[in-house]
C-alpha cells in the first residue's frame, strides 16, 4: 500500500471518529438539557430551604431568644434539631410573622 493510500485510509478513519465524538456530544448535549429540566421541575433538588438558628429566628419574630426556648416548651413552636443543633425553618417563621402583623 502506498503512502497516498495510507494517507487516505488515516483521513477516513480519523473522519469517522470525527462523526462518532459529534453524535456523542450530541447525546451528551441532549441529556444534560433532560436533566436540566427535571431540575427546573422539581423545587426540592433547586434549593434547601434556608434553616434559622434561635438567635436568628429570635430577631426575625422580634422576640428573645428565650421567648423562642419558651414556646419550643410549649409546643407553639418546634425546632428541628439538626446534629444537636435546634434550628428553624425560614418560611415557617416568615408564616408566624406576617400571621403576627
Do not use: D
Not at 427546573?40 to 434556608?50: A, H, I
Not at 434553616?51 to 414556646?71: C, D, F, S, V
Amino acid at each position: 500500500m502506498g503512502p497516498l493510500k495510507r494517507l487516505i485510509n488515516y483521513v477516513f478513519e480519523i473522519a469517522g471518529n470525527l462523526v462518532k465524538i459529534k453524535s456523542l456530544l450530541e447525546t451528551m448535549l441532549y441529556i444534560l438539557e433532560e436533566v436540566k429540566h427535571v431540575i427546573k421541575s422539581n423545587t426540592e433538588l433547586q434549593r434547601p430551604e434556608r434553616m434559622l438558628t434561635q438567635k436568628e429566628a429570635a430577631a426575625m419574630l422580634n422576640i428573645t431568644p428565650r421567648t423562642l426556648r419558651n414556646w419550643n416548651y410549649s409546643g407553639k413552636l418546634v425546632p428541628v434539631l439538626i446534629g444537636g443543633l435546634k434550628v428553624y425553618p425560614e418560611s415557617i417563621i416568615k408564616k408566624i410573622k406576617q400571621i403576627s402583623c
